[in-house]
């Protein structure tokens, strides 16, 4: 009986330490007064401000930057309108001998559309009318003037008018026509039918053929300024001096037809 009387006396004795413990750890806590309290919601008042303000700041300058930015490109834009139009200035043929340099460029390179900007077809003859390729696909224009080349040799100039002598170097045209002439006799005794398309093919055969060789012609070429520009003036000897020897091929073929 004293045993367990001794027993139960140290359960007590632990249980009170236990209970002690637990109020040691017990966390603590500060009671905040009603001034406190005022006072932490106006440092928060201050803070929320200082975030506004830095926000709205950092908007301003991004819109700023954003303008900049703006202008910056749209001058850009500007310069690169202003270059331009110099550019176009500058190279614009302000004289005889580019205006012909212009011409030939062109047709070297097949830019047909080009040769408008230098030549006046008012006064070319309606027997010249070889310079209208538009029956022609574009590989059989290029073929035309794919060997051209040039050499300016003197220019004279007076006042609105002026000439300017070239020496011209392009594809043989008085073998290119007799051969081609000679391939379509063939076809037409042999009975079998030469379609437009045939006929093309069989004139690009001639134009491709490296053994035809070329042909060297002196020109005069005339211009006229219009505008403040010099203009070629398109005639019979220009298109003769474009394509050497096709005239002359011409000439054996009406003498042929006409006996």
Request: proline share 2%; glycine share 6%.
């Amino acid at each position: 009986m004293e045993k367990e009387e001794n027993v139960k006396a140290v359960n007590k004795e632990k249980k009170e330490e236990n209970t002690k413990k637990e109020k040691v750890d017990e966390p603590k806590f500060n009671k905040v007064s009603g001034k406190d309290l005022k006072k932490e919601t106006e440092m928060n008042k201050i803070d929320n401000k200082k975030k506004e303000k830095n926000k709205s700041e950092k908007k301003k300058s991004k819109e700023k930057n954003g303008s900049k930015a703006g202008f910056w490109i749209g001058g850009i834009g500007l310069v690169i309108i202003v270059l331009a139009v110099v550019t176009a200035l500058i190279l614009l043929p302000k004289t005889p001998e580019k205006t012909v340099e212009g011409m030939l460029n062109s047709l070297k390179n097949g830019d047909f559309e080009s040769v408008n900007k230098y030549v006046n077809y008012d006064e070319i003859a309606n027997n010249s009318a070889i310079l209208e390729t538009t029956e022609m696909d574009q590989e059989t224009q290029t073929l035309l003037f794919d060997k051209l080349s040039w050499k300016v040799l003197n220019i004279s100039k007076e006042k609105d008018t002026a000439s300017v002598e070239v020496e011209i170097t392009n594809k043989d045209f008085e073998k290119i026509i007799s051969n081609y002439t000679q391939e379509a006799l063939k076809i037409a005794f042999s009975g079998e039918s030469f379609t437009e398309e045939e006929q093309m093919n069989k004139l690009k055969e001639q134009l491709k053929d490296e053994e035809i060789g070329t042909k060297t012609v002196t020109t005069t070429i005339n211009l006229n300024k219009q505008d403040g520009e010099w203009k070629i003036q398109a005639d019979d000897n220009l298109v003769n001096s474009l394509l050497p020897g096709l005239q002359d091929a011409m000439n054996s073929l009406n003498s042929i037809i006409n006996g």
